[in-house]
């Protein structure tokens, strides 16, 4: 039995879902008491991992078995993955937040060319007004907070942001097979480099158990159960179009810090999100209107991933 086919709106919806699940990422690392982000990043990282590995065994496939069976381009992915969680620890350690958020609102753009140049798949009209509205939210929530920085840190930010486009045209391609491997290889590959930096920096891996358990939940429950979702819905949605959503996870991020932490965005945040939202909801109305699956059935056989390791869904038999 094939597994079954999302339209372009409900992969869309699914993106939305696993960016505001994301988004409460930041939450947990403000709350850590007295963690690093090396020893943050590599208990969430290993919770990622772990979390990946029981969804794969819970669908009734073995983990190191999902992992072989899966091909390059999802071992890639997962790489790609793991590079992208340092890329982000290094350059909030040399340029601002803000310029970081800035620079992964262009992901979508370098998403749309990856896509255009290795899928042939061409971008909508739709999504070029929904990226460039989506870009404008964001420099307004980012204002002229960008503050100063070296070179190193604004290079790795836009390989950070070039990097998010690639992972998603890669996953876009990637062969059918379970959804949970780029996260497992991804998490067990940063978290090992991580645990690397912080024993080489003296400070161990030891944290407190509330800091373990926060590490936990935004590596266990947000990344570890939400990106497979994230990874199955590529196969529904333009590269362009999923990296243009996932900057909801952008825009909830500092909603939840004030809510939970009592620390009040500024106006121009506000308005920027406000702006950023609107861009990507319109885009998310008019695939539903459209009614269109944008993945024709020959591509739908060979890319995107397999339904068994997303959470909720039974086992599917992959048809040949």
């Not at 590599?42 to 590995?53: C, D, E, I, M, N």
């Not at 070179?151 to 996953?171: E, F, M, Q």
Request: hydrophobic residues 55%; contains cysteine; positive net charge.
């Amino acid at each position: 039995m094939a597994p079954p086919t999302l339209s372009r709106f409900q992969g869309s919806m699914a993106v939305l879902l696993c960016g505001l699940a994301f988004s409460f990422g930041p939450l947990t690392f403000r709350a850590l008491r007295e963690a690093d982000e090396w020893q943050y990043l590599s208990h969430r990282s290993f919770a990622a991992a772990l979390v990946s590995a029981m969804v794969i065994v819970a669908a009734g496939r073995n983990p190191v078995r999902a992992v072989v069976d899966a091909g390059r381009r999802q071992v890639m992915a997962g790489l790609l993955l793991a590079a992208m969680f340092s890329l982000f620890v290094v350059a909030l350690s040399r340029v601002s937040a803000a310029f970081v958020l800035l620079m992964q609102s262009t992901s979508p753009f370098y998403a749309a060319l990856l896509g255009r140049i290795f899928l042939k798949e061409p971008v909508s009209r739709d999504t070029i007004v929904a990226i460039v509205a989506a870009t404008v939210g964001v420099v307004v929530m980012v204002g002229g907070n960008v503050g100063d920085g070296d070179a190193v840190g604004i290079a790795l930010s836009v390989v950070l942001s070039i990097a998010l486009g690639a992972y998603a045209v890669l996953i876009r391609s990637a062969p059918a097979r379970d959804p949970g491997v780029p996260t497992l290889v991804g998490g067990t590959t940063a978290g090992v480099a991580a645990a690397v930096v912080a024993m080489g920096t003296g400070v161990g891996v030891a944290v407190p158990a509330f800091d373990l358990l926060m590490a936990f939940v935004a590596g266990g429950l947000l990344i570890g159960l939400f990106t497979p979702i994230w990874n199955y819905s590529h196969r529904f949605v333009p590269p362009a179009d999923v990296s243009l959503l996932l900057i909801s996870e952008v825009v909830a991020a500092p909603v939840w810090v004030w809510v939970f932490r009592d620390e009040r965005p500024t106006n121009g945040t506000l308005l920027g999100g406000a702006i950023t939202l609107a861009a990507v909801t319109w885009l998310t109305v008019r695939a539903a209107r459209s009614g269109d699956h944008d993945l024709p059935d020959r591509m739908g056989r060979e890319r995107g991933l397999h339904v068994g390791a997303v959470p909720g869904f039974r086992r599917y038999r992959r048809e040949d």
